[in-house]
């Protein structure tokens, strides 16, 4: 940019100077404070001394992917892994659109099984293999990059008795009929990424399962369906 020009057009003297190049999405999230959802602890390395006794701790290292459990929907999704844990145990758990991998290191140490993690994106799959490792669940994560359930990977492990997809609502109305094939008879499915205002237009496309609720923060939403067992 010409410094003059926009010194003249501002009205103030504008200066310019090179700035290296730096990953600014994770300088920019290096000094979050840790979340608290449900029994989740997530937290990253410069709060390692702060983790209280009795949670179930997550290291999540800020980096070029979704998912450190500050916004809405991820925080969201977590309290609700955390109560349904409580009532029920999974086998085969599917973590659609995964980013940084929270969500599926979560059901791995909730129910210390092999969760299946996808994303489109290949740098969020390499984000939630070191994730998973870092959190001592390297062994129970397997990420692959994937569009949608058609891969051969997540087709073969298909039926899920818990699928969680906290992505957005305009995948999740376009993946709906995938979505539910994926599902065993009794699966939970938890639905996230969507507006509160989104939520009637998201269930509409799943009308073939059974709304247990909606769990809302601001203006968020997460929301619980399940499979007929029958």
């Not at 599902?183 to 639905?191: D, S």
Request: some cysteine.
């Amino acid at each position: 940019p010409d410094a003059a020009y926009l010194s003249r057009i501002t009205g103030r003297d504008v200066k310019l100077e090179a700035l290296p190049d730096q990953d600014w999405i994770k300088l920019s999230q290096q000094g979050l404070p840790p979340v608290r959802a449900g029994r989740f602890f997530v937290y990253g390395a410069h709060d390692a001394g702060t983790v209280p006794h009795g949670v179930i701790p997550m290291k999540i290292e800020a980096g070029l992917a979704f998912g450190t459990g500050h916004h809405e929907t991820t925080a969201l999704c977590l309290s609700v892994l955390s109560d349904i844990a409580r009532e029920r145990a999974f086998r085969k758990v599917l973590d659609l659109g995964t980013g940084t991998g929270l969500l599926a290191i979560g059901a791995a140490k909730l129910w210390k099984r092999p969760v299946l993690a996808s994303d489109i994106d290949p740098v969020a799959v390499e984000v939630t293999r070191d994730n998973a490792r870092a959190n001592g669940v390297g062994p129970l994560v397997r990420a692959v990059t994937a569009d949608g359930l058609a891969n051969p990977v997540l087709a073969g492990g298909a039926p899920y008795d818990l699928l969680i997809a906290n992505i957005l609502a305009g995948p999740l109305t376009q993946l709906a009929p995938s979505i539910q094939r994926a599902l065993a008879p009794g699966a939970v499915l938890l639905l996230s990424g969507l507006l509160n205002n989104q939520e009637k237009l998201v269930t509409s496309f799943y009308q073939g399962l059974r709304f247990v609720g909606a769990r809302r923060m601001g203006h968020w939403s997460a929301l619980v369906l399940e499979k007929s067992a029958r």
